[in-house]
């Protein structure tokens, strides 16, 4: 059903409360206000009013359309309200689509609330094992982790690069029995394919060239405890044969031992990659995913789980401001100040932070915060602006040429075709000067919303030859694309809209571009990913 939670308020405390609208089916309206609806943590009773006093008491009214469509109505309230980054005079409906994304409500510049559907049924009882955030979907994780922990199988843990996968194999072992026993976390990729059995299985004194002594390896370290192999889809083939017998019949044979040996360790892989594909390609073999997979974990991305969005950057915060020797900056005593009180979140910045897709999820969040924290010490409030454009410019190319690297390894690229490197919107600027301060030059703030739309559109959404029209480095154009609200990636099309745009055009791609008006490249790469046509 319909949710409003809060993810950012000048009480840092009320983050991640949440008011469901279940009622808004059988009520005209419901108001939010100063004075109403009242919001409470997940899975607890009653609630209070958002109770700052730059809202008006005259309220924004959320009103049920047809087709789970609701319409944001500020005709009667005086407060300053945003919508997705857009000034609110009057009203505006906002689809089913829209809400299920997560729609973004800024209030007065000082609240931000993020409207959109959660599960109904309270969160289970328990502690949160470890695992920030209330979304229904971390809670499906949780539930995943409690059903899981007591039971001696294999458990293999799917999710994007940094949404936490070595996070929650560390809370299966310590739910689960042997938690007193070892962990030993294994990253397959760092390993050369050459020691990769000798590291993992262990091997005997003069097995190999430089084995001046017996090894236990990585099982033997974990004897009655956890081994969490991250990476699983880079390992070797030799070893993903000794995997598959170690899964099935229990015994290890270190390399150069006459005889195998029982081993009580219980096996938690972890991947980013597509198993099937690289089964397909031979790569990966089908009896180890199915060994591996006794039961599976699927981790959402950051951008399916907005509504935490808050509740962790408040997490990174404290932890970062502890390293800087200072954990006591965000808490507040005594009542706010409604004059002179400058938030130390500011609710611009949440707005920005939780509109952003976050290809590398929490770790690259994690990476802005701390870099925003250490270029703000001794402020105020945190500081965004310019140095978050610049921020998640480079942090959002830096995951993708990981991601390059990893598709390269998994049969993509080879040395003589180096992947390219991929900006927010999948263009190539290798040859970008990456600078606006130049003769000729112009700085972002002075291209005009309409004039960058007509750009892209006159270069047919080529972005290199968009930043040559406006005269801005491809970096400017990616922090105009990126605050500009009428230009789409082509990452937000929906599947359904690409596949239906596919074949009303018959598959001619240069039509399609001129339909959907995104970038000619991230286009194919997203027809390729859908394995459409």
């Not at 006794?294 to 915060?317: F, M, N, Q, W």
Request: hydrophobic share 40%; proline share 7%; aromatic share 4%.
């Amino acid at each position: 059903m319909p949710v409003l939670t809060i993810l950012c308020h000048p009480r840092l405390e009320r983050i991640g409360e949440r008011c469901t609208l279940g009622e808004l089916r059988f009520r005209d309206a419901i108001g939010v206000s100063r004075l109403e609806p009242g919001f409470s943590p997940p899975g607890a009773a009653g609630g209070a009013p958002l109770g700052d006093t730059h809202l008006s008491r005259a309220p924004l009214r959320l009103i049920a359309l047809p087709g789970g469509q609701i319409r944001l109505d500020a005709s009667a309230s005086r407060t300053p309200v945003v919508v997705e980054g857009e000034p609110l005079e009057g009203r505006r409906d906002v689809s089913a689509e829209e809400v299920a994304r997560g729609v973004i409500i800024q209030l007065a510049a000082r609240i931000v609330l993020l409207l959109h559907v959660a599960d109904s049924s309270p969160p289970e009882p328990g502690d949160d094992l470890g695992l920030v955030g209330a979304s229904h979907l971390l809670e499906q994780v949780r539930r995943d982790i409690r059903r899981i922990a007591d039971l001696a199988v294999p458990v293999l843990v799917r999710g994007e690069t940094g949404t936490g996968k070595e996070l929650v194999a560390r809370a299966i072992h310590a739910a689960g029995a042997d938690r007193a026993r070892p962990f030993i976390a294994v990253n397959m990729a760092a390993i050369p394919p050459s020691l990769a059995a000798a590291e993992i299985f262990g091997a005997e004194r003069g097995a190999y060239t430089g084995a001046v002594r017996s090894q236990p390896g990585y099982f033997g370290l974990a004897q009655e405890g956890t081994l969490f192999l991250d990476e699983i889809g880079e390992a070797p083939l030799d070893v993903q044969v000794m995997l598959l017998r170690a899964l099935e019949t229990g015994e290890i044979q270190a390399v150069g031992a006459q005889q195998p040996r029982r081993a009580r360790v219980r096996v938690i892989a972890a991947t980013d990659a597509d198993l099937e594909a690289k089964i397909a390609d031979g790569s990966f073999r089908a009896p180890l995913l199915h060994r591996l997979a006794g039961y599976e974990i699927a981790l959402p991305s950051l951008r399916e789980r907005r509504d935490d969005i808050g509740r962790l950057t408040l997490h990174i915060l404290r932890a970062e401001l502890a390293q800087l020797g200072d954990p006591r900056a965000l808490d507040r005593s005594g009542p706010i100040d409604p004059l002179n009180d400058r938030p130390w979140l500011p609710a611009s910045l949440m707005a920005r932070l939780v509109r952003y897709d976050w290809p590398g999820n929490v770790r690259q969040l994690r990476n802005v915060i701390r870099q925003l924290v250490v270029g703000s010490r001794g402020a105020a409030c945190l500081e965004g602006g310019p140095a978050l454009e610049r921020l998640l410019g480079r942090a959002t190319l830096d995951d993708r040429r990981g991601e390059d690297r990893r598709r390269g390894r998994a049969g993509g690229a080879t040395a003589a075709e180096p992947q390219r490197p991929e900006s927010a919107d999948e263009e190539d600027h290798s040859s970008d000067p990456g600078r606006s301060d130049g003769p000729g030059w112009r700085k972002p703030s002075e291209v005009p919303e309409e004039e960058l739309i007509d750009a892209l559109r006159r270069s047919r959404w080529d972005l290199k030859a968009t930043a040559g029209l406006l005269r801005v480095s491809r970096t400017s154009l990616y922090a105009l694309m990126e605050n500009c609200h009428r230009v789409r990636r082509a990452g937000d099309l929906r599947p359904e809209e690409i596949a239906r745009c596919y074949r009303e055009c018959d598959g001619d791609i240069e039509e399609m571009v001129n339909r959907l008006e995104v970038s000619k490249r991230a286009l194919l790469r997203r027809i390729r990913e859908l394995r459409i046509g």
